[in-house]
């Protein structure tokens, strides 16, 4: 299991990195609208910070322009790059092409047939938008499970996205989701419980340890 910063913040992703717990980063083109840099700029600076693989999102709207936008991405990033490919006709034919050279996930998955296209297409990740399945379908988490059945004998990876609290987080990877991704204060809330801080207090108010010397 691995846990992603979802964000194009270059002061979020400083912050995640220093944690140690996050493993990489993921964007899309609504998060690199709002970084003060560039696209390009933003992506480059983010893949200096990061320690593992940073995700951007096709933009493109035909195949030609797709696969010039992936290998593009993939040059300035390098060998940190997954590509997030829409999960439309186009952007499965795309996956097809791009993924034997470079790393590729599919987002935007709302069915899970689309999850079992994504795994032949040679998709690493499949992308599944828990709260958003949920305000559109019912149950994002049942989403999640069904694509987790339907890949369980794939090597395609299921990331659960769009998580709005520890709870829901929980229950993505509960019901079959491999890796997390959430933005920096989801992140945080994941870390953080009151009766943690509580049992902590406690202790140090009634407890010893060893002398710390400078």
Same mark, same amino acid.
């Given at each position: 299991?691995?846990?992603?910063?979802?964000?194009?913040?270059?002061?979020?992703?400083?912050?995640?990195?220093?944690?140690?717990? =996050?493993?990489?980063?993921? $964007?899309?083109?609504?998060?690199?609208?709002?970084?003060?840099?560039?696209?390009? @700029?933003?992506?480059?600076?983010?893949?200096?910070? /990061? +320690?593992?693989?940073?995700?951007?999102?096709?933009?493109?709207? $035909?195949?030609?322009?797709?696969?010039?936008?992936?290998?593009?991405?993939?040059?300035?990033?390098?060998?940190? $790059? =997954?590509?997030?490919? +829409?999960? $439309?006709?186009?952007?499965?034919?795309?996956?097809?092409?791009?993924?034997?050279?470079?790393? /590729?996930? =599919?987002?935007?998955?709302?069915? +899970?047939?689309?999850?079992? =296209?994504?795994?032949?297409?040679?998709?690493?990740?499949?992308?599944?938008?828990?709260?958003?399945?949920?305000?559109?379908?019912?149950?994002?988490?049942?989403?999640?499970?069904?694509?987790?059945?339907?890949?369980?004998?794939? +090597?395609?990876?299921?990331?659960? *996205?769009?998580?709005?609290?520890?709870?829901?987080?929980?229950? *993505?990877?509960?019901?079959?989701?491999?890796?997390?991704?959430?933005?920096?204060?989801?992140?945080?809330?994941?870390?953080?419980?009151?009766?943690? @801080?509580?049992?902590?207090?406690?202790? *140090?108010?009634?407890? /010893?340890?060893? @002398?710390?010397?400078?």
């Amino acid at each position: 299991m691995a846990l992603y910063l979802d964000s194009a913040q270059i002061n979020d992703a400083k912050q995640a990195m220093a944690w140690g717990w =996050v493993k990489g980063i993921t $964007t899309n083109p609504t998060l690199l609208a709002q970084s003060e840099q560039s696209p390009a @700029e933003t992506l480059a600076a983010l893949a200096q910070l /990061c +320690p593992g693989e940073l995700y951007y999102q096709l933009m493109a709207s $035909t195949l030609d322009d797709m696969l010039r936008e992936g290998h593009q991405a993939a040059e300035l990033i390098g060998s940190q $790059t =997954v590509l997030k490919i +829409p999960a $439309t006709p186009m952007g499965f034919q795309a996956l097809a092409q791009l993924s034997p050279q470079i790393s /590729c996930s =599919v987002t935007g998955i709302y069915h +899970p047939a689309q999850a079992a =296209v994504a795994g032949e297409g040679g998709a690493k990740y499949a992308i599944a938008y828990v709260n958003r399945a949920t305000r559109l379908l019912g149950d994002g988490i049942i989403l999640v499970a069904e694509m987790a059945q339907i890949l369980r004998n794939s +090597p395609t990876r299921i990331l659960a *996205a769009s998580l709005k609290s520890p709870d829901e987080a929980a229950a *993505a990877l509960q019901a079959g989701a491999d890796h997390l991704t959430l933005p920096l204060a989801q992140l945080q809330a994941l870390a953080t419980h009151p009766l943690s @801080e509580k049992t902590v207090q406690e202790f *140090a108010e009634g407890g /010893c340890g060893l @002398e710390i010397r400078p």
